[in-house]
């Protein structure tokens, strides 16, 4: 048993956490890009902020609430630890349960310091929530709410009735592109961070999901 654990903490070292570290690298070179050679590119999308700021409406400031809020630490880190207690509790296998933990881990991590490091301002329109501490590259909202649920589309290919594999890969895809969306139009990232937060998620997620997939079909 202590081999298999070995194996698996080799496995995640090789197979997630490098590349992870990897993924971090690219995403804070992207992000000093923004302030540097690609400054013109960050100027520029401040109009899409301003075009999307100036179309609000009541209704849609209701909805992107609720958008926003599945992609806050609370939400993700309560999805995460229902999810993978029925996981746990239905297949006994603390692998396929440890996919959506380690996508969301690994991600909030290369946020985090991509955060520290790049500290980029947050667009320079009203804002709808609350601003957290961290800058506003790239989005933490997508980016945990993309490694989550594309983690658990990915686990969901595991369902045997087509139609409910179906729904729940669809539902799973959905949930991140509402985040996003709302995240944009309450004026709290550029259209570049949202794109850093969805490929920081997704890449993490697919980490993940590698892993398992290697130790299981070994």
């Not at 996981?87 to 985090?112: E, N, S, Y």
Request: net charge positive; proline share 6%.
């Amino acid at each position: 048993m202590d081999r298999i654990h070995r194996q698996d903490g080799g496995d995640l070292l090789t197979r997630a956490v490098a590349p992870g570290v990897a993924l971090g690298g690219l995403v804070i070179g992207f992000g000093f890009a923004l302030k540097g050679p690609l400054e013109g590119l960050a100027h520029s999308e401040e109009s899409v902020n301003k075009d999307v700021a100036n179309h609000r409406t009541g209704s849609w400031d209701t909805i992107t609430l609720v958008w926003s809020h599945i992609g806050n630490t609370e939400s993700v880190i309560g999805v995460c630890v229902i999810v993978a207690a029925l996981l746990l509790w239905r297949t006994r296998d603390w692998r396929l349960t440890a996919v959506p933990v380690i996508a969301i881990a690994m991600q909030g991590l290369v946020f985090l310091i991509a955060a520290r490091v790049v500290d980029r301002d947050r667009p320079p329109v009203p804002k709808l929530d609350p601003s957290p501490p961290t800058a506003s590259y790239p989005s933490g909202h997508v980016g945990a709410s993309t490694g989550l649920y594309v983690a658990l589309a990915l686990l969901a290919l595991a369902i045997h009735r087509s139609w409910l594999r179906t729904l729940t890969i669809i539902a799973c895809l959905v949930m991140p592109l509402l985040v996003a969306y709302a995240r944009l139009y309450r004026g709290m990232h550029h259209p570049t961070d949202i794109a850093a937060g969805i490929l920081n998620g997704l890449t993490c997620a697919l980490l993940a999901y590698t892993w398992y997939r290697h130790r299981t079909v070994t």
